[in-house]
Every structure is written in structure tokens, then in C-alpha cells.
């Protein structure tokens, strides 16, 4: 085990595992999923991904690693039509929170697909659903936001609409239950 921000360590750490891949999933995200803490979490974050993964990287390569998967997006696409594919650009003239983690992500992008000498992947996805996330159905933040009628649901179905936090008017949450019992029995059905 290594601090990803101390080089020195990382670099000792990853030339004696020799590994033949790197996966990098380096994050300092808060415990709980809200507005104020990952605006509060944004910086440490961002320097953990870009600091903390090129020395990650820069480990990797000198180490022989044969490939470098790193974290990206599927988040933040620019506007377009239809679905987003890899293709698309990310949404780089958005408000200034998502340009910033635009250009966060860029960068891991570029350095990650640019090194000649180390074949790299950039997956692009979302959060991550289940037990011990955000999303986890008993002890989950999103969720017990949602369940306390503070989470914005927004969308066009019966209970649904663009909205404005803590509205009485509407319910989506009243299906919470029947949507995190499924989402845990997928999930369990992933595990097995």
C-alpha cells in the first residue's frame, strides 16, 4: 500500500509487483454524495486523479506494465443528439463545476491514450449502483436524499417533472422501495 501522491513510494511499490496491468481508480470522493461536499471534496479530488495518477502512470511505465486502464467519464458529454457515443466531445464550455471536471478528465484522457509506450484505456462510465455506493439501497446517500424527498427527480413520467428540491407536489420516491429491491437483487444476481 502506497499514498498515490508520494512518487517515490508509488514507484517503489509498483516495481516490485510487476504487474502486467494497471487499473487506476484513484478518487478522494466524500463519503456522502451531496451538492455541498463534492464541491468541498472538488480540489482534493482533482489532485489525487491528476497527481496521484501520473505518478501512478509513470510507475506503470517504468515498471514494464503492459497496458494502463484509467477512470474516465459518462457524465459530462457535450449536448448533441441521439445517445453519446466515445466519440463525442465532452461538454467543455458547461457551467464552471463540470468544466472543471471536464478538463480533470481530459487530462487523465490525454495523458492515458497518449503514451506511446504504454497502451491505455479511458473507460467512460457512470456511478456505481449496489451495496457500499452511493446508490447502496439502505445506507446509500442518494438514497436516503431521495427517501427525505431532498433529491431532484426530474424527467417526464407520471411523477416526474422539473423541479425545484424538497416539493411536496410530487412523488417519485414512492417507488424507491420496489426500485432499490430490484437494483439489489441485480445486483446480487451480478455477484453470483
Not at 472538488?42 to 501520473?54: C, I, P, Q, S, T
Not at 492515458?112 to 497502451?119: E, K, Q, R
Request: with cysteine.
Amino acid at each position: 500500500m502506497a499514498n498515490a501522491l508520494d512518487e517515490n513510494a508509488v514507484l517503489a511499490l509498483v516495481k516490485r509487483v510487476k504487474p502486467d496491468a494497471v487499473i487506476d481508480e484513484l478518487t478522494s470522493l466524500p463519503k456522502r454524495y451531496t451538492p455541498k461536499e463534492m464541491r468541498a471534496a472538488a480540489n482534493r479530488d482533482r489532485n489525487v486523479r491528476l497527481a496521484g495518477g501520473r505518478n501512478v502512470h509513470d510507475a506503470a511505465r517504468a515498471a514494464g506494465a503492459k497496458r494502463y486502464i484509467a477512470q474516465s467519464t459518462g457524465f459530462f458529454y457535450g449536448p448533441g443528439e441521439g445517445l453519446a457515443t466515445e466519440k463525442d466531445a465532452l461538454a467543455v464550455n458547461a457551467s464552471p463545476g463540470v468544466a472543471g471536471s471536464v478538463r480533470t478528465y481530459m487530462q487523465i484522457e490525454e495523458r492515458v491514450l497518449g503514451a506511446s509506450d504504454l497502451p491505455g484505456v479511458a473507460l467512460r462510465y457512470g456511478f456505481f449502483y449496489g451495496p457500499g455506493t452511493y446508490h447502496d439501497p439502505i445506507h446509500g446517500s442518494v438514497s436516503d436524499q431521495v427517501r427525505e424527498h431532498a433529491y431532484p427527480v426530474i424527467g417526464s413520467g407520471p411523477y416526474s417533472r422539473s423541479c425545484t428540491l424538497r416539493t411536496r407536489r410530487l412523488r417519485p420516491w414512492r417507488h424507491l422501495k420496489a426500485i432499490l429491491v430490484f437494483t439489489t437483487l441485480w445486483m446480487t444476481i451480478l455477484q453470483r
